[in-house]
C-alpha cells in the first residue's frame, strides 16, 4: 500500500500524519498500533509523553523517550538536537520516525517545527509551524514552547545536514558544551 493511502486526515489525535517521507507525527493512540506502524513503515519513534504510550510490542521499534510536560516549565529546546540526531540516524538507514506526544498538537509538533528549520533551512517558527499544519492542521505549540522555539531559531549555531555531531546550548541542568552522544 501507498503511504498517501495509509495516513488518514490527521485532524484528530487518534491519527497519523505524514510530514515528510521519513518523519510523521500523531497522538499517543497511534503508537500503541503496531500494525498500523508497521504498515506506515515506522522504523523508529519519539514519545515526548511523560509516560510511555507504546504498544506492548514496541521491542520492534527503536524508541527515544523524552518525558516532556506540556507546560511553562518545561524545556523543549534541551530535547532539539537529540531528536534531530535520532531523526537523522533514522533516515540515514532507511527509516521511518513517528513522533508523538499525548494528542500530537504541542511537544511532538514543537520538536517535529524544530526538525523542519534544521532540515529545510527555514528560520521562521511561524513558516515552519505552517509546513506541518499542512500535514496536521491541529498542531498548535504552547506559546512557551513556542518562545523557546523562536529564542533557538535566533541563537542556533549554522550547521551542516552532513554534519556527524550536533550540540546544543546547555541548559543550567547539565554540564557546558556537551556533546550529545549519536543514538
Given at each position: 500500500k501507498d503511504d498517501e493511502e495509509l495516513v488518514t486526515n490527521s485532524r484528530a489525535s487518534n491519527e497519523v500524519a505524514m510530514v515528510l517521507?521519513?518523519?510523521y507525527i500523531?497522538?499517543?493512540?497511534?503508537a500503541q498500533d503496531t500494525s498500523?506502524?508497521?504498515e506506515?513503515?515506522?522504523?523508529?519513534?519519539?514519545?515526548?509523553?511523560?509516560?510511555?504510550?507504546?504498544?506492548?510490542?514496541s521491542s520492534r521499534f527503536h524508541v527515544l523517550?523524552?518525558?516532556?510536560?506540556?507546560?511553562?516549565?518545561?524545556?523543549?529546546?534541551m530535547y532539539i538536537y537529540m531528536t534531530i540526531d535520532f531523526v537523522e540516524t533514522a533516515r540515514r538507514s532507511g527509516g521511518k520516525v513517528l513522533i508523538h506526544c499525548l494528542k500530537g498538537i504541542s511537544r511532538s509538533a514543537s520538536l517535529v517545527i524544530s526538525y523542519l528549520m534544521w532540515?529545510?533551512?527555514?528560520?521562521?517558527?511561524r513558516e515552519a509551524l505552517s509546513v506541518l499544519q499542512i500535514a496536521r492542521p491541529s498542531c498548535n505549540p504552547n506559546a512557551?514552547?513556542?518562545?523557546?522555539?523562536r529564542h533557538w531559531a535566533r541563537h542556533r549555531p549554522s550547521m551542516s545536514k552532513n554534519s556527524t555531531y550536533l550540540y546544543r546550548i546547555a541548559?543550567?541542568?547539565t554540564r557546558r558544551g556537551m556533546v550529545l552522544p549519536s543514538i
Amino acid at each position: 500500500k501507498d503511504d498517501e493511502e495509509l495516513v488518514t486526515n490527521s485532524r484528530a489525535s487518534n491519527e497519523v500524519a505524514m510530514v515528510l517521507p521519513h518523519l510523521y507525527i500523531s497522538g499517543a493512540s497511534p503508537a500503541q498500533d503496531t500494525s498500523r506502524l508497521l504498515e506506515l513503515g515506522i522504523t523508529h519513534i519519539v514519545n515526548c509523553c511523560v509516560h510511555r504510550a507504546q504498544s506492548s510490542d514496541s521491542s520492534r521499534f527503536h524508541v527515544l523517550d523524552l518525558k516532556l510536560n506540556d507546560s511553562c516549565s518545561s524545556d523543549v529546546v534541551m530535547y532539539i538536537y537529540m531528536t534531530i540526531d535520532f531523526v537523522e540516524t533514522a533516515r540515514r538507514s532507511g527509516g521511518k520516525v513517528l513522533i508523538h506526544c499525548l494528542k500530537g498538537i504541542s511537544r511532538s509538533a514543537s520538536l517535529v517545527i524544530s526538525y523542519l528549520m534544521w532540515n529545510k533551512n527555514i528560520s521562521d517558527v511561524r513558516e515552519a509551524l505552517s509546513v506541518l499544519q499542512i500535514a496536521r492542521p491541529s498542531c498548535n505549540p504552547n506559546a512557551d514552547f513556542l518562545v523557546q522555539l523562536r529564542h533557538w531559531a535566533r541563537h542556533r549555531p549554522s550547521m551542516s545536514k552532513n554534519s556527524t555531531y550536533l550540540y546544543r546550548i546547555a541548559s543550567c541542568r547539565t554540564r557546558r558544551g556537551m556533546v550529545l552522544p549519536s543514538i
